[in-house]
């Protein structure tokens, strides 16, 4: 049964480029969130996504969108790039009414450059 | 809105030592408490959770933690570590099923041999 994965596990861009993330969430869950976790920091939640919708975000601007398709892999988008983007992009899966626990990818390490 | 202090940014104990690593949230309600762990370049991995009941709560690993009401903390105890044990302990809370969940700023775990 394999576990939630995230693509690509690390990926170079430039200041001013956009990037997208994705996440295949673990089979039978639902609910998609994502974290930004920058170095030496805890992660910090970006938003969460459940059927196909935005249901929460955290404070990050604009410039961080997200997408969920119907069979509930997420793609995490960040325009216009800064330095600061640079962090570790966790997935996080769950069921969504069904017990509670969040089951995370090992991330994609984002350098911005 | 609820937060997690971790007051231990970095514990060292020796091999076959017990363990103790702190917890206090701010939360109104009773709330939904976590410990994760972290190797190294990975994703988290879920210790144990607290929602509601026995206040001593059992996980994987041979790690347990306390729920103390009185004192908003949730400590995570281990009675003898091993050298493997050794990353990043985060403790997190959520305010309710399927609510994203807030992060501490972990606590690095050094064992000495």
């Known amino acids: 049964d394999a576990g939630v994965t995230q693509s690509p596990t690390h990926l170079i861009k430039t200041r001013g480029q956009q990037v997208t993330l994705r996440c295949s969430p673990k089979s039978g869950h639902d609910t998609v969130s994502w974290y930004q976790q920058a170095l030496g920091q805890g992660p910090q939640f970006i938003f969460q996504?459940?059927?196909?919708?935005?249901?929460q975000r955290g404070n990050f601007p604009d410039r961080f969108s997200g997408h969920q398709f119907p069979n509930y892999s997420s793609e995490l988008n960040v325009n216009a790039l800064l330095l600061g983007d640079s962090a570790l992009y966790l997935c996080?899966?769950?069921?969504?009414?069904?017990?509670?626990?969040?089951?995370f990818g090992s991330g994609t390490r984002l350098t911005v450059v | 809105a609820q937060s997690v202090t971790q007051p231990d940014i970095h514990i060292t104990v020796s091999e076959g030592a017990s363990l103790e690593l702190r917890c206090n949230y701010s939360?109104?309600?009773?709330?939904?408490l976590f410990w994760y762990v972290q190797s190294p370049g990975q994703g988290l991995q879920l210790l144990l959770k607290?929602?509601?009941?026995?206040?001593l709560v059992q996980g994987i690993k041979g790690f347990e933690a306390e729920f103390k009401r009185s004192q908003s903390s949730f400590n995570l105890r281990k009675p003898s570590v091993h050298w493997s044990d050794a990353a990043e302990y985060f403790c997190?809370?959520?305010?309710?099923?399927?609510?994203?969940?807030?992060f501490g700023k972990g606590t690095r775990l050094h064992i000495l041999p």
């Open positions: 996080a899966s769950s069921a969504r009414d069904r017990g509670f626990g969040y089951t």
């Open positions: 939360y109104g309600a009773t709330p939904y």
């Open positions: 996504y459940y059927e196909e919708e935005e249901r």
């Open positions: 607290y929602f509601s009941g026995d206040t």
């Open positions: 997190a809370v959520g305010a309710r099923r399927d609510d994203k969940i807030i």
